[in-house]
């Protein structure tokens, strides 16, 4: 390679390897925490919902909601599922709901 090259090309090559390597070790991460979510599972009942607002800091008209569901395990841990006003709505504390290895949500039961 001329060394002309080398001065212009060598550090944009150089940006790309690193922004690359950023960019895989991210997916890599995301994957794992994708996988491990599936792959857990558990039984519980419904202990708390979290209802919780927060305005956009855009736009100050905009309100985001956020609804959660507290599990306690069988096992005696709590577990937090972030979901949607109507999944939250059909929940009322003392429901039972189990987990499947493999699914992402967990399924009411009874």
Do not use: C, H
């Amino acid at each position: 390679m001329q060394p002309e090259k080398a001065v212009i090309f060598g550090p944009i090559i150089i940006f790309f390897v690193i922004f690359g390597a950023l960019i895989i070790g991210f997916l890599v991460v995301v994957v794992k925490l994708v996988a491990k979510g599936r792959a857990s599972a558990w039984k519980g009942e419904l202990v708390d919902k979290l209802y919780n607002t927060q305005r956009d800091f855009d736009n100050d008209k905009k309100v985001n909601q956020f609804f959660t569901l507290v599990f306690k395990t069988e096992d005696g841990k709590t577990i937090k599922v972030g979901t949607s006003k109507q999944v939250y709505d059909t929940y009322n504390i003392g429901d039972k709901a189990e987990k499947k290895s493999g699914e992402f949500w967990p399924k009411k039961l009874g």
